[in-house]
Nanobody, 126 residues
Framework: QVQLVQSGGGLVQPGGSLRLSCAAS????????IGWFRQAPGKEREWVSC??????????YYADSVKGRFTISRDNAKNTLYLQMNSLKPEDTAVYYC?????????????????WGQGTQVTVSS
């Protein structure tokens, strides 16, 4: 069955960096789009980034709030998704989730995703 197991996260000072990982099983990661969401306390789950399925061209997408600071990538040999987060800000504090809807394209609504990782806390604070 499809499983997404996350690791990484933690506490970092503003301006610091973290890398999140999402190990996939039950499907081949590069055959489908997969993305990252985040949810801060009292707020709705927010789409952060997505990488499309591999084809002639692989597309990556970012929310405006993280563009230029976050990088999504995929290691096909390890069947693992990553989110490299640089120049972190206090407003990036949230629980981060990886998710896939087993589609080739990247939806931005949480309801379009069927499989979710367990979530990992990222706290940006001095």
């Amino acid at each position: 069955q499809v499983q997404l197991v996350q690791s990484g996260g933690g506490l970092v000072q503003p301006g610091g960096s973290l890398r999140l990982s999402c190990a996939a099983s039950g499907f081949t990661l590069d055959s489908y789009a997969i993305g990252w969401f985040r949810q801060a306390p009292g707020k709705e789950r927010e789409w952060v980034s997505c990488i499309s399925s591999s084809g002639r061209t692989t597309y990556t997408y970012y929310a405006d709030s993280v563009k230029g600071r976050f990088t999504i990538s995929r290691d096909n040999a390890k069947n693992t998704l990553y989110l490299q987060m640089n120049s972190l800000k206090p407003e990036d504090t949230a629980v981060y989730y990886c998710a896939t809807g087993l589609r080739s394209w990247c939806p931005r609504l949480p309801g379009e995703y069927d499989y979710w990782g367990q979530g990992t806390q990222v706290t940006v604070s001095s």
